[in-house]
Each structure stands twice: as C-alpha cells, then as structure tokens.
C-alpha cells in the first residue's frame, strides 16, 4: 500500500515538529553567528601586555666589547 501525502497542517504536533527540524538543519556555508568588529579606540588591557612583551629594550650598547682579540 502507498502513503498518500497529508498536509502539513493536519499531521499531528510531533510530526510536524520533525518535519521543521530536517528543514533547518544545515546551513551551508553560512554561519547564522553575528560577529563584529573590535572598537579600535576601546582600551584592550590583553594588547597592552601584548606589547610589553614584544619591544623589549636592548642594552647590548652597556655591555663591554673588546674591539682587539689577542691572538
């Protein structure tokens, strides 16, 4: 025997239910998650140590160098 179709409106509550979870399933390519931008005048406390870390000052000019090697 054939299923005959029933409109969605007249199938019960959970199959209509499972009929709309297969319908948004995937999404594709496309994220549904909103991103934005970081403020780039906005104070960033984790860039600031950032930073410190990165330039570190070098004092090799203190440190003293024999310009004549004895050989």
Not at 33 to 57: C, H, L, V
Request: aromatic residues 12%; proline residues 6%; positive net charge.
């Amino acid at each position: 025997m054939t299923q005959q179709y029933i409109p969605l409106e007249k199938q019960s509550k959970r199959k209509q239910k499972e009929y709309h979870a297969l319908q948004r399933r995937d999404w594709g390519i496309l994220t549904p998650i909103t991103t934005k931008s970081e403020n780039g005048k906005a104070y960033n406390r984790k860039k600031s140590k950032q930073r410190r870390y990165e330039y570190e000052p070098c004092l090799d000019f203190l440190l003293p160098r024999k310009l004549f090697t004895a050989s």
